[in-house]
């Protein structure tokens, strides 16, 4: 059974239900902690949301300082498939490991809805069980969700293809090209804002449009 | 000992909704007469001697502030 590690950082909210949503898709999840510079030999890794180091500083920016870290991005630049969702993906920014920052949200809110999204690219290790262009219902909840990236950078997203997640109807945080998420250039690497690890039941969320994104990384490490 | 002032802000072309927020309730509180207003960080290191400008640079840029949004100044404080 392929071996899913999600992280936890103090401060992390939701790698419990990361966790869930690993088992749901049939995965074994395997806690890691920020502290142990060691990914015991998982096959993908998913950085989960929450307000690590209590944000101190920026989204993200002492996440990824944590001993952990330094085996993710190894692993990464290795094609180990990784996840980074909301806080995940502030820190997978914050690393390097994909374009851009993440922002306090253009109307100074919190926002915590259920955000329809397209799914714009399936050619990646967590979105290959989806339909192209597959319309999807995830709830978002954050603060610093606004993505921000130089032109030059979003263009190359674009002409790229690497814009994985798209806000329909509403953008609810002012992002950039209303990008709500978006992948390296094999696709292996992916960063959302939205949550799609709260919506894997219909009895605890909007529905199970996310559980697909966890039965896709399984796929792709058996591939 | 020195004291090392490190200011970062957004880049000019970046959204600051905190700083429009700001420059929006001036009008409110009977101040008039201000344009705009930018919010960024400031932040007063103590540093010791074997500190060179080279390495504050490099906290500066790869730690205090994350440059795909945000410019810094790195000035030393006389004491």
């Known amino acids: ?223 | 000992m020195a004291r090392v002032v490190v200011d970062v802000m957004p880049k000019p072309e970046i959204l600051d909704p905190q700083g429009q927020a700001v420059a929006n309730a001036l009008p409110r509180l009977g101040f008039t007469g201000i344009t705009d207003v930018r919010q960024g960080k400031h932040f007063e290191l103590e540093v010791d001697d074997t500190v060179d400008d080279e390495t504050l640079a490099k906290i500066a840029e790869g730690f205090l502030s994350n440059p795909v949004v945000e410019d810094f100044v790195v000035r030393r404080i006389d004491q």
């Open chain 1, 1 to 223: 059974m392929s071996r899913v590690g999600v992280i936890t950082f103090p401060g992390t909210l939701d790698d419990t239900d990361a966790a869930r949503a690993v088992r749901y898709a049939g995965g074994e999840p395997v806690a890691l902690w920020h502290k142990d510079a060691d990914l015991r030999g998982v096959d993908a890794v998913v950085v989960p949301g929450g307000f690590s180091y209590g944000d101190y500083l920026r989204a993200g920016a002492i996440a990824r300082f944590a001993p952990v870290m330094d085996e993710v991005v190894a692993a990464a630049h290795r094609g180990m498939p990784v996840l980074g969702i909301c806080n995940g993906f502030q820190i997978l920014c914050e690393a390097g490991l994909l374009p851009g920052a993440l922002l306090r949200n253009a109307g100074l809110h919190f926002v915590c809805r259920d955000q329809k999204l397209r799914v714009e690219r399936t050619s990646t290790a967590w979105t290959a069980g989806y339909a192209d262009n597959a319309e999807i219902v995830i709830p978002v909840k954050n603060m610093d969700g606004r993505y921000a990236a130089a032109k030059s950078t979003v263009d190359e997203l674009e002409g790229e293809g690497r814009v994985v997640f798209r806000y329909l109807d509403v953008n609810p945080n002012g992002s950039l090209g209303d990008i709500a998420g978006i992948s390296s250039p094999d696709g292996r690497i992916v960063g959302l804002m939205p949550h799609p690890e709260h919506a894997i039941d219909t009895l605890t969320g909007p529905g199970d449009d996310g559980l697909a994104m966890f039965r896709s990384v399984l796929g792709a490490v058996l591939a």
